[in-house]
């Protein structure tokens, strides 16, 4: 295992998982932030940078829930050459901002859009075909559509995007298979350099070792980024 591992716990789901454990691994805990469920206010956010300011962009993130999936932008933040942003989720997560200065689990991906300029493309992979995305404004794609294969690309993975047969999540879910999802990333990765993976999607109410078995199957996959 050649790539480290940051575990970012908010709320405690992941210390009732083992997957990590035999790697090196960094666990930031979170729990004592406010402001944070969902949507992530200003002192969060300085809160939240200021803790990963060390830590690897090129490394697996464990983000815990999807109410937290806006963390992508904090390590994206970091990007500082042009890159494509990988996202297999069940929703796009482009809704406009209620407010200015409060970044949202559900907006995250426009925010980015918008204040990024080293992101030049979103590929979307697992998003439900009832969500219509602004595509005369930004640079989007659908999987199976591809994007440049001369850039590298940042992967977000919130496992809402796998069916509930699979694992259980805290938001509503699509209707990927584990090796569906496998599939696509092992295509991504051999088309462009990884610059950095983050994975959200924990249920913190939930007693499911299903979790832990993708997460571990996850992090085997991305091992050697």
């Given at each position: 295992?050649?790539?480290?591992?940051?575990?970012?716990?908010?709320?405690?789901?992941?210390?009732?998982?083992?997957?990590?454990?035999?790697?090196?691994?960094?666990?930031?805990?979170?729990?004592?932030?406010?402001?944070?469920?969902?949507?992530?206010?200003?002192?969060?956010?300085?809160?939240?940078?200021?803790?990963?300011?060390?830590?690897?962009?090129?490394?697996?993130?464990?983000?815990?829930?999807?109410?937290?999936?806006?963390?992508?932008?904090?390590?994206?933040?970091?990007?500082?050459?042009?890159?494509?942003?990988?996202?297999?989720?069940?929703?796009?997560?482009?809704?406009?901002?209620?407010?200015?200065?409060?970044?949202?689990?559900?907006?995250?991906?426009?925010?980015?859009?918008?204040?990024?300029?080293?992101?030049?493309?979103?590929?979307?992979?697992g998003v439900a075909p009832e969500y219509?995305?602004?595509?005369?404004?930004?640079?989007?794609?659908?999987?199976?559509?591809?994007?440049?294969?001369?850039?590298?690309?940042?992967?977000?993975?919130?496992?809402?995007?796998?069916?509930?047969?699979?694992?259980?999540?805290?938001?509503?879910?699509?209707?990927?298979?584990?090796?569906?999802?496998?599939?696509?990333?092992?295509?991504?990765?051999?088309?462009?350099?990884?610059?950095?993976?983050?994975?959200?999607?924990?249920?913190?109410?939930?007693?499911?070792?299903?979790?832990?078995?993708?997460?571990?199957?996850?992090?085997?996959?991305?091992?050697?980024?």
């Amino acid at each position: 295992m050649n790539t480290p591992v940051i575990i970012m716990d908010f709320t405690k789901v992941y210390r009732n998982q083992f997957f990590y454990l035999r790697y090196p691994y960094q666990l930031i805990d979170c729990t004592d932030i406010e402001g944070t469920d969902c949507y992530c206010d200003s002192e969060a956010t300085e809160t939240i940078s200021k803790r990963i300011a060390d830590l690897p962009l090129r490394a697996v993130h464990f983000l815990d829930s999807g109410n937290h999936h806006y963390i992508t932008k904090f390590w994206t933040d970091r990007i500082y050459e042009d890159f494509i942003l990988v996202v297999a989720d069940h929703h796009p997560d482009m809704q406009p901002p209620l407010f200015n200065d409060i970044l949202s689990c559900g907006g995250w991906v426009r925010t980015i859009l918008d204040t990024n300029p080293f992101l030049k493309e979103v590929l979307f992979v697992g998003v439900a075909p009832e969500y219509e995305l602004p595509l005369e404004k930004y640079r989007i794609c659908r999987y199976p559509e591809k994007p440049s294969p001369v850039l590298p690309v940042y992967i977000s993975i919130d496992k809402d995007v796998l069916s509930p047969e699979v694992i259980t999540t805290n938001w509503d879910q699509g209707t990927m298979t584990y090796n569906q999802l496998q599939t696509v990333l092992k295509e991504i990765m051999a088309r462009h350099e990884i610059l950095g993976v983050d994975i959200c999607g924990e249920c913190p109410t939930c007693i499911d070792n299903r979790s832990n078995r993708i997460n571990s199957r996850l992090l085997k996959l991305f091992s050697c980024i």
